[in-house]
């Protein structure tokens, strides 16, 4: 089993709505959005671990928890990177400057929208090398060229001279998030949060981007957190897959066992409208009806009981612990 890099434990992230002055002054009850209430995973060393779900279900908000970049008030639980506490003492204050900067070294991100995540206003070069100023990691003006032209090149930009002096605008989508990579690639990282990364992309693009993820993996040693509406991708791409729903993970274990054999009703519905290679062969399939619920009031028990095709009485009442099914896989499900 390959060594841990990441543990997160009862991760929790409250959002506290806003109240208008007459509600502060008669002392009603503080509402929250509970975007993650409660989830726990791990990632190991080298592994590509798939957050799958609906849009709205705590996938993003997860992947930025976990690099702090949210608000230290709104976070509650254990994030440990690499035997590192995160989010450190009883007050879950943030890590020391010299703590994060380390912990930013070995932590990167890739956003979905390579259009955004650019500054226009910046070169190829400029973007790329910004990490190596702000760590001051360049011992020279040659060394920080050569080592952007070896990331450039490391995410399939090439030859890299080529691009160092353009602009976002004058690249195409899947070069974007070349640059993107490239600029997350630079510092050296050992794990990198990849939230959406071709869903922006033509699907042309998209198999070019996920196989230099992969290659980079293997060669590397990168271990991902991989957040996707697709649970396709998930198939292809993830050692492990966890199944989140309005800010539970509802099922998780190894990916291949999770997508083949589901046992929650959500990840039985997500599978069932995959696109299949025989769309006609008349397989009967599970279509949820309706919207998820509001996540500041959050129905009684089971969360996903309004919209299940198969609930039980006490799923309205009893919320589900998430449980051992076998080694490695465990399920939230008062069925199973």
Same mark, same amino acid.
């Given at each position: 089993?390959?060594?841990?890099?990441?543990?997160?434990?009862?991760?929790?992230?409250?959002?506290?709505?806003?109240?208008?002055?007459?509600?502060?002054?008669?002392?009603?009850? *503080? *509402?929250?959005?509970?975007?993650?209430?409660?989830?726990?995973?791990?990632?190991?060393?080298?592994?590509?671990?798939?957050?799958?779900?609906?849009?709205?279900?705590?996938?993003?908000?997860?992947?930025?928890?976990?690099?702090?970049?949210?608000?230290?008030?709104?976070?509650?639980?254990?994030?440990?990177?690499?035997?590192?506490?995160?989010?450190?003492?009883?007050?879950?204050? @943030?890590?020391?400057?010299?703590?994060?900067?380390?912990?930013?070294?070995? %932590?990167?991100?890739?956003?979905?929208?390579?259009?955004?995540?650019?500054?226009?206003?910046?070169?190829?070069?400029?973007?790329?090398?910004?990490?190596?100023?702000?760590?001051? $990691?360049?011992?020279?003006?040659?060394?920080?060229?050569?080592?952007?032209?070896?990331?450039?090149?490391?995410?399939?930009?090439?030859? %890299?001279?080529?691009?160092?002096?353009?602009?976002?605008?004058?690249?195409?989508?899947?070069?974007?998030?070349?640059?993107?990579?490239?600029?997350?690639?630079?510092?050296?990282?050992?794990?990198?949060?990849?939230?959406?990364?071709?869903?922006?992309?033509?699907?042309?693009?998209?198999?070019?981007? $996920?196989?230099?993820?992969?290659?980079?993996?293997?060669?590397?040693?990168?271990?991902?957190?991989?957040?996707?509406?697709?649970?396709?991708?998930?198939?292809?791409?993830?050692? @492990?897959?966890?199944?989140?729903?309005?800010?539970?993970?509802?099922?998780?274990?190894?990916?291949?066992?999770?997508?083949?054999?589901?046992? @929650?009703?959500?990840?039985?519905?997500?599978?069932?409208?995959?696109?299949?290679?025989?769309?006609?062969?008349?397989? %009967?399939?599970?279509? $949820?009806?309706?919207?998820?619920?509001?996540?500041?009031?959050?129905?009684?028990?089971?969360?996903? @009981?309004?919209?299940?095709?198969?609930? $039980?009485?006490?799923?309205?009442?009893?919320?589900?612990?998430?449980?051992?099914?076998?080694?490695?896989?465990? %399920?939230?499900?008062?069925?199973?």
């Amino acid at each position: 089993m390959a060594p841990e890099i990441l543990r997160v434990e009862e991760l929790k992230v409250y959002y506290p709505l806003r109240s208008g002055f007459l509600q502060g002054k008669s002392g009603a009850v *503080k *509402k929250v959005v509970r975007a993650v209430d409660g989830i726990s995973f791990s990632i190991g060393e080298g592994e590509v671990f798939a957050l799958v779900g609906e849009s709205g279900c705590g996938k993003t908000t997860t992947g930025k928890a976990v690099l702090n970049l949210l608000e230290p008030d709104c976070v509650s639980g254990k994030i440990e990177f690499m035997g590192q506490d995160l989010l450190l003492n009883s007050l879950r204050q @943030h890590a020391t400057t010299t703590e994060m900067k380390q912990f930013r070294r070995r %932590a990167q991100m890739i956003f979905q929208d390579p259009y955004q995540s650019l500054n226009p206003r910046e070169t190829v070069y400029d973007i790329v090398s910004e990490p190596l100023a702000i760590h001051r $990691l360049a011992r020279s003006k040659a060394d920080r060229r050569e080592r952007v032209a070896a990331s450039l090149e490391d995410a399939g930009l090439k030859p %890299a001279l080529d691009f160092l002096e353009r602009y976002p605008h004058e690249l195409s989508g899947g070069q974007r998030q070349r640059v993107a990579i490239a600029a997350a690639l630079i510092m050296e990282p050992r794990f990198l949060v990849a939230d959406e990364p071709v869903s922006m992309l033509d699907v042309s693009v998209r198999a070019d981007i $996920l196989k230099l993820m992969i290659s980079l993996r293997d060669r590397y040693r990168i271990s991902y957190l991989f957040i996707t509406h697709d649970l396709a991708l998930a198939w292809v791409l993830a050692d @492990h897959a966890a199944i989140m729903y309005l800010g539970k993970i509802v099922e998780v274990g190894p990916a291949e066992e999770v997508i083949q054999k589901p046992r @929650h009703p959500y990840s039985q519905a997500l599978v069932e409208v995959m696109p299949q290679p025989e769309p006609r062969a008349g397989r %009967a399939r599970t279509i $949820l009806r309706g919207e998820a619920p509001n996540p500041v009031q959050m129905p009684s028990g089971c969360r996903f @009981h309004p919209r299940c095709p198969i609930p $039980l009485p006490r799923c309205k009442e009893e919320e589900p612990a998430l449980l051992e099914l076998e080694s490695g896989r465990r %399920a939230a499900c008062w069925r199973l």
